[in-house]
């Protein structure tokens, strides 16, 4: 059973625009959540993390929400650039866990 | 510093052909992991190793073995492929876990199962 997911398939964001990735998660026991990002015929890419002692952590034009009691996290993207445009994993862990959790990815296009 | 290299890049294997991906990692990283990737379905956990000498089964493990003889080596081992192995797989190393969740992937192989 699918214990991160990512609903949308894919996203289409006009340059300069906000773009904002949504994750949900079942587990109540991950406290730490992460976004990975991939580009065609590349690995994953480690972008930014968030404990879940935290609501809110930014890097540059990435921040990332968290929202415990929903179980769900977003990623926005301000503004967004046509080399943003990759797929984006949420990814979930326990602070015990030796894996992470993938969700299925949302692809993100970001058009001039 | 090449991090995580993955070979081959590409594969053709007929069904009932054997073959061994290999990864590789010069970071000194204790954990390493293989994942799959197909499409709509995400990343999926096949083996991991949290050691040299260890290793444990992920989420989809059937139809494939690893090892994890040298610290800087994996190896995925496929005995007898089926058309259901199609897909592109990435392996992955980590320093330990409280490094928590940050990953480093190789480019990743596509392997195709005819």
């Known amino acids: 059973d699918q214990q991160v997911k990512q609903n949308s398939p894919s996203l289409s964001v006009q340059e300069g625009r906000i773009s904002i990735l949504n994750c949900d998660y079942t587990n109540s026991m991950f406290d730490y959540f992460l976004w990975y990002k991939k580009y065609p015929a590349e690995g994953p890419t480690f972008l930014i993390s968030i404990s879940s002692i935290k609501d809110k952590n930014e890097d540059g034009r990435f921040t990332v929400f968290l929202n415990k009691s929903a179980k769900h996290l977003s990623l926005h993207i301000v503004p967004s650039q046509p080399g943003d445009s990759a797929v984006y994993f949420c990814a979930a862990s326990t602070n015990s866990g030796y894996a992470l959790n993938f969700g299925k990815g949302t692809s993100l296009l970001v058009t001039p | 510093n090449a991090g995580v290299t993955q070979t081959p890049k590409f594969r053709v294997l007929k069904t009932g052909q054997s073959m061994t991906l290999l990864c590789a990692q010069d970071m000194n990283h204790e954990y390493m992991y293989w994942y799959r990737q197909d499409p709509g379905m995400g990343l999926r956990l096949i083996h991991y190793s949290v050691g040299e000498g260890t290793t444990a089964k992920g989420e989809v493990p059937d139809g494939y073995n690893v090892s994890r003889l040298k610290k800087q080596n994996f190896l995925l081992g496929l005995e007898s492929a089926a058309p259901s192995q199609t897909s592109v797989y990435f392996c992955?190393?980590?320093?330990?876990?409280?490094?928590?969740?940050?990953?480093?992937f190789g480019s990743g192989t596509q392997l195709s199962v005819l």
């Open positions: 992955a190393s980590r320093w330990d876990p409280t490094d928590v969740g940050k990953l480093f």
